[in-house]
């Protein structure tokens, strides 16, 4: 992975939203991120929907990748593919396990290129969110759009053996730092008491900077 010289500065790139919503009678929470990249919607449409193209940035993807088609993300989520409106929205359901949210992507231009927004809705578990806020979500995507930003500057393929230490290094966890606590401020804005907003984002930073013990999933 090439070297944040600025991961702070990264993190910053997005900007982030919570709301809570309801789907059939049950409350959800909804994270949004924002980010710009200095590309056009051509481009960035593909770097999202290219099956060849998207391992070099995310995950290995397998499936149909047109709408009412299943698609499956190596060692990670599922879903169908709800809506396909090329170069500008996609949507899909986001299956782990027995647990289904949804995630859709839309493109606009902007002042410097293209904006990714991303909208990831799902049912609230209190408990879980009393304990990790909307990090928990909100700070994975965060190092997906920068990956994809790394990607867009130079065409890179993302090495998967940098990708899986990269939240143990100094620029890591800085960055994992920043975005946990701007969803954390992120969550504030949607009514949440500071101080459990607060507690909650640092232990979002330890969930993703710490090493998992052997035989334990993290």
Known sequence: MPLLTDPTGIAGLVVREVRTGSRGGEVTRIAVARRSYPTDQADLWDALTNGERIPRWFLPVSGELKPGGRYQLEGNANGVVEECEAPRRFAVTWEMGPQVSWLAVTLSPSEDGTQLELVHEAPVDPEFWTQYGPGAVGVGWDLALMGLGL????????????????????????????????????????????TAAITAADRTVTFYTTEPEEGAEH
């Open 151 to 194: 990607h867009l500057a130079s065409s890179a393929v993302l090495d998967p053996a940098e990708v899986l230490t990269f939240h143990t290094t100094p620029e890591g966890v800085a960055f994992i730092r920043a975005a946990a606590e701007g969803w954390a401020d992120a969550a504030v804005a949607d009514g949440d008491d500071p």
